[in-house]
Nanobody, 121 residues
Framework: EVQLQASGGGLVQAGGSLRLSCVASGFTFDTAAIGWFRQVPGKEREGVAC????????YYADSVKGRFTASGDNGKNTGYLQMNNLKPEDTAVYFC??????????????WGRGTLVTVSS
């Protein structure tokens, strides 16, 4: 059974930092891409970052470049999203997703439950 569990969300002041974790099981993690997405009620889901565990490449939305860093630990089957200099507009439910045998994050295979990030001004 595939499982993805995102955690690490919370309430933080603008300018602060949070690190999200995504623990994965049930598929081969070290050849998968882990994507981070976010959604605000009433708005479309937005792709935030993607990390290819196989090649170590990361991709970011323009809105988070220079502030967010995606990474992965193949030994722990865990993906991370380090979020620095958070802004109120980063407030959303954040999801992690996985795509097997991939280095990019399109048409993800598996989705986890979200974790809420709230940034106060």
């Amino acid at each position: 059974e595939v499982q993805l569990q995102a955690s690490g969300g919370g309430l933080v002041q603008a300018g602060g930092s949070l690190r999200l974790s995504c623990v994965a099981s049930g598929f081969t993690f070290d050849t998968a891409a882990i994507g981070w997405f976010r959604q605000v009620p009433g708005k479309e889901r937005e792709g935030v970052a993607c990390f290819g565990n196989g090649d170590g490449r990361a991709y970011y939305a323009d809105s988070v470049k220079g502030r967010f860093t995606a990474s992965g630990d193949n030994g722990k089957n865990t993906g991370y999203l380090q979020m620095n200099n958070l802004k109120p507009e980063d407030t959303a439910v954040y999801f992690c997703a996985a795509k097997e045998l991939a280095g990019t994050c399109h048409r993800m295979d598996y989705w986890g439950r979200g974790t809420l990030v709230t940034v106060s001004s």
